[in-house]
């Protein structure tokens, strides 16, 4: 492995406001050697997700943030290339969190070994992985949707939206996208099965959304905050549950903006409740269950947004935080030997 | 009862921002007379409460505005003085939804009888009525609070919030008020025996609350929202729940204004959750079961803000709203003949 080069996407600086291309910077390095008890994972797909900005700051939330000089921190799907751990032999494949680079050496803490028989490999960076298990939790822990009522989803088109919604309709649900363009409002409705989609950018969101909701909203999964969910709140059920899975409209900002008024919360005894799919790691097996098969039966649909090359990564996360991806965003750092064709 | 006059307080007018004395109307009937089924209530203590304030929009809420032209709605403690409803005879107590008026008639709907030896009268508007409810239930039920568990509630001096904090106390929990004066906050912590009291008008409202609250706030039971509310959710600990009871000082906006941030419900997995103590029927009993001891053991201490004449209920209700009160507020209407002195 000495002869291999690694490649890594370190954090240079942290960002205040958008992330700059410069706030990263691409290094080469030799490739690390196995110790003992340790295997050597050479990157497949990484995945980009929104979550990640706010490990660039340097506040401690619910995580620790990413270490200026590091390779900046997130789930892969990897090779066992060189192994000292008989329990992830050479040839396996594996997802963790080895970062943003080409390889990586881990003691199997957090990792967990892939069947590439049982889906693409990229799935468990997407729809059979953190993102699907986070609209899974969510969506019926959280949100415990019953029959006929009516779900909305923000960020729909996105890795989690597109799952909440696919769900809301397996569980009998009305289910209601909110996306950032035409195209995306299309495929939420048309692809995914969901019975409407607002385009947040074209259109006035209160009107449109009742329009899409005559019923009212008994949940809203809340990928993004901001002017969605205010509209949201206008629109609210009595007992309506809102998971609030992230506030995408406000990671780039400096100064954390006001919320909205939590009056229709009151008159409607809802209820707003954050989670971190990382609490929930007791759900993963049911969560499996469910969801390979719905994956198998066209049930579930997904749609990736495959960027090439790790050299890119930065380019393609700073746009994610723009909505410019279109499904679920991950780089091909390597070549996926399991893959049809390239 | 027909010479009898009877006197009652109708909403004149929908304010828009700070109700004002002409928003009222006392006006001089003759005293009703119960037909079938009925009976004559004669008010002996009517209620104020901030919930007051969304009636008198002509807005749908959880409950049907005030009509204009009609006794503004309220509860109120009353004596049964004509009846030919053998359930409510004559010279029993009861409290009930009579509104603002000296005399009211009723087929018993909502209506509840009263031992004036299990405790004086007017508590059934306050400590053992409706507001000690609403913090029985909100605190316990939606607040879950844990022994050694920090509990922080706004309006602290004030019907609900007063009891909340000695039920935190009986609870093991460490009990913090805020409250809008020296008085207010000397009593909190010196009569009631919580932990500590902010003065939210005179204290810079993070550093005193972190003071106050050196372990984190677990539980936030919420009467007022606006700034009290923003400062706290800087304060949270992972897993906190914030029961929304009320947000009274938005109640007097013409506009809604915004509301705190909500990222850190997100980063600490906390809860925020409205309820209407009216849901919470099924849960009287229990509370009545525990209160009652508390009252008498003094382990649950209350003051009430008595004002005197039905007259001066608009202006009592005016003060209410800018926190003048000190105490459960309520107004005698007529004599009470179980008070051991005038």
Known sequence: MQNLLNRAVLLRSRPRGEPKLSDFELVESPVPSPGEGEFLCRTIYLSLDPYMRGRMNDVKSYAQPAELGKPMVGGAVSEVVASNNPAFPTGSF????????????????????????????????????MPGMTAYVGLLDIGQPKPGETIVVSAAAGAVGSVVGQIAKIRGCRAVGVAGSEAKCEFVVKELGFDACVNHRSEPLVPALQEACPKGIDVYFDNVGGDVLAAVLRLLNPFARIPLCGLISQYNAAELPPGPNLFPLLANRALVRGFIVSDHGDRFADFYRDCVPWLREGRVRYREDVVVGLENAPEAFIGLLRGRNFGKLVVRVGADPTAKSC
Request: aromatic residues 6%; hydrophobic residues 45%; charged residues 15%.
């Open 94 to 129: 594996v997802v963790g969190s080895t970062g943003w680079q080409a390889y990586a050496v881990s003691r199997g803490a957090g990792v967990r070994k892939l069947d590439p028989k049982a889906a693409p490999l990229s799935t468990a960076l997407g729809v059979l992985g």
